[in-house]
């Protein structure tokens, strides 16, 4: 495996491997990697064998200091674990580089984001996220991409993004890989107490519950209720059923849709959903 730690050297490589006809495959995460990332590797793999993946922590999509300073970091051991996945290239930039000076131009897509899921509560957020995969994605210049579902809202932003502006890169998505007991994998789960732990699992709870409510033909207003339950003693941003193209509460039931919650525990901000798709 490759470690670049620059800009200007990722920018070379990744050119002459476009020049030679070799598509590369792109994953980016911030790192404290888990079995989540492992998938995404695994299935990037199967779209080309060269696969890229980074690990920056980017300081403009967090809404707070201190969220920023407190994301777990582990460098040695994602190290390992990207070598272990077979990653060609490990993509670790420097903020320096990254932002040498403080982004003035904002990428932005309001009609997904303003009043939607995340992108209520968290201003800024999404813009912060659409500008640097934009960079990590002109910089490493692959033919393809893996994001999770796990952040469903930004894998669909991304899509479009890359769509919209035609970057030349085909957005994949791969399914959310959870623990035992369900609950989402997640490096901020590493900063959940145990008792946290324990009450993360309300959210998925919850979810289960309204995909059952959807199952069995309950009125939307019955899978709502349903959904909010087990989440009683959580602070929770949202917990509801959303179109899965346009992202606004779904209106009346529909054989598409997506289930997705936000939540607060210990503090930590934990999100999760179910996509429901036709088989197409
Ligand atoms: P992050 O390091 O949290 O920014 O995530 C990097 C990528 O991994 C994103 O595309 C996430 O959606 C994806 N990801 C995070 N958690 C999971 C999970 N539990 N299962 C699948 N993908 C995930």
Same mark, same amino acid.
């Given at each position: 495996?490759?470690?670049?730690?620059?800009?200007?050297?990722?920018?070379?490589?990744? $050119?002459? #491997?476009? !020049? @030679? &006809?070799?598509?590369?495959? %792109?994953? *980016?995460?911030?790192?404290?990697?888990?079995?989540?990332?492992?998938?995404?590797?695994?299935?990037?793999?199967?779209?080309?064998?060269?696969?890229?993946?980074?690990?920056?922590?980017?300081?403009?999509?967090?809404?707070?200091?201190?969220?920023?300073?407190?994301?777990?970091?582990?460098?040695?051991?994602?190290? $390992?674990? #990207?070598? !272990? @996945? &077979?990653?060609?290239?490990? %993509?670790? *930039?420097?903020?320096?580089?990254?932002?040498?000076?403080?982004?003035?131009?904002?990428?932005?897509?309001?009609?997904?984001?303003?009043?939607?899921?995340?992108?209520?509560?968290?201003?800024?957020?999404?813009?912060?996220?659409?500008?640097?995969?934009?960079?990590?994605?002109?910089?490493?210049?692959?033919?393809?991409?893996?994001?999770?579902?796990?952040?469903?809202?930004?894998?669909?932003?991304?899509?479009?993004?890359?769509?919209?502006?035609?970057?030349?890169?085909?957005?994949?998505?791969?399914?959310?890989?959870?623990?035992?007991?369900?609950?989402?994998?997640?490096?901020?789960?590493?900063?959940?107490?145990?008792?946290?732990?324990?009450?993360?699992?309300?959210?998925?709870?919850?979810?289960?519950?309204?995909?059952?409510?959807?199952?069995?033909?309950?009125?939307?207003?019955?899978?709502?209720?349903?959904?909010?339950?087990?989440?009683?003693?959580?602070?929770?941003?949202?917990?509801?059923?959303?179109?899965?193209?346009?992202?606004?509460?779904?209106?009346?039931?529909?054989?598409?849709?997506?289930?997705?919650?936000?939540?607060?525990?210990?503090?930590?901000?934990?999100?999760?959903?179910?996509?429901?798709?036709?088989?197409?």
């Amino acid at each position: 495996m490759q470690i670049i730690r620059s800009v200007s050297e990722m920018k070379a490589f990744s $050119e002459k #491997l476009f !020049r @030679e &006809g070799t598509p590369t495959v %792109f994953v *980016p995460t911030m790192g404290y990697l888990h079995e989540g990332h492992a998938s995404l590797f695994r299935r990037a793999k199967q779209v080309h064998p060269v696969l890229i993946a980074s690990i920056f922590i980017n300081p403009i999509q967090f809404n707070s200091r201190e969220d920023f300073e407190k994301y777990p970091r582990s460098e040695e051991r994602d190290l $390992e674990i #990207l070598k !272990r @996945e &077979g990653v060609n290239i490990a %993509f670790l *930039p420097p903020a320096s580089e990254v932002y040498p000076q403080q982004p003035g131009i904002r990428i932005s897509y309001p009609a997904l984001t303003e009043g939607k899921l995340c992108g209520a509560t968290r201003p800024g957020h999404f813009e912060g996220v659409l500008h640097i995969v934009h960079n990590l994605f002109l910089w490493t210049k692959p033919a393809a991409a893996v994001f999770g579902e796990k952040d469903y809202q930004q894998f669909l932003l991304i899509a479009r993004m890359a769509q919209e502006l035609d970057l030349g890169v085909t957005v994949y998505s791969a399914p959310t890989i959870r623990e035992s007991d369900g609950l989402a994998m997640s490096s901020r789960n590493a900063r959940l107490s145990a008792s946290g732990r324990r009450e993360a699992i309300r959210i998925f709870h919850a979810l289960s519950l309204g995909k059952n409510g959807m199952d069995s033909g309950s009125s939307l207003d019955e899978v709502r209720q349903a959904m909010l339950e087990p989440l009683q003693p959580l602070k929770v941003e949202y917990a509801d059923i959303f179109h899965p193209d346009t992202l606004t509460p779904l209106q009346e039931r529909a054989e598409e849709y997506l289930l997705a919650v936000a939540a607060w525990v210990d503090g930590i901000r934990l999100i999760d959903n179910f996509l429901i798709r036709k088989p197409h």
